[in-house]
């Protein structure tokens, strides 16, 4: 999800709770935000390139004096009611274009005279949605939709090898996430959600 749409996150390494699951590894879980009684939003352009970026492998090289690096990301969020008090709404959307580089040294003699820095693309876009209901002083849901479409070239693997083994990614994961929350006493409640990735 985008930064625009997250309102807390956790982040768990050990002791996890029943609603985490099995993993070895770690969870991190994240609240997205959700709409108001009043209309907000933000809007937002970032841009790097490569007068304020390392050179690739922390060294210049000789043949390729000057990378050409770019970053380039924008997006908004966006939120309001729906009905006040009721119904509210809230959405974010964000575009990242990038055009980097990864330097490809074969650090051999003989082969070093193929050494080269390739261009490496990326670009995606990511999109929330949220619908949120208060259907009495007892019960709450909501609905929620995350899109993340990506593409990309990039070396494949841990290594940086020649071009030729390069990996072409396109991605496009969707979910789809509802809930429905009940105070059914003051000291419980229940809680229903339902997922759907794709």
Known sequence: VSQESVEEFQIATFNFDLSTGATGSGAVNIVTRRGTNAVHGTAFFYYRDHGLAAY???????????????????GFSLGGPLVKDRFFWFTTYEHNNQDGVFAVANNHPIFSKLDVVERSPLNSN???????????????????????????????????FMPSNWFSGNTKARQIQAGLTSAVTSNFIADLRFSYSS
């Open 56 to 74: 690739p492998a922390l060294r210049r090289d000789l043949q390729h004096p000057d990378p050409y690096f770019a970053r380039r990301q924008s």
């Open 126 to 160: 990511l999109l929330t949605a949220r619908f949120d209901g208060n259907l009495n002083n007892r019960l709450t849901t909501f609905l929620r939709y995350t899109q993340d479409l990506n593409n990309s070239i990039a070396p494949a693997g841990t290594g940086v």
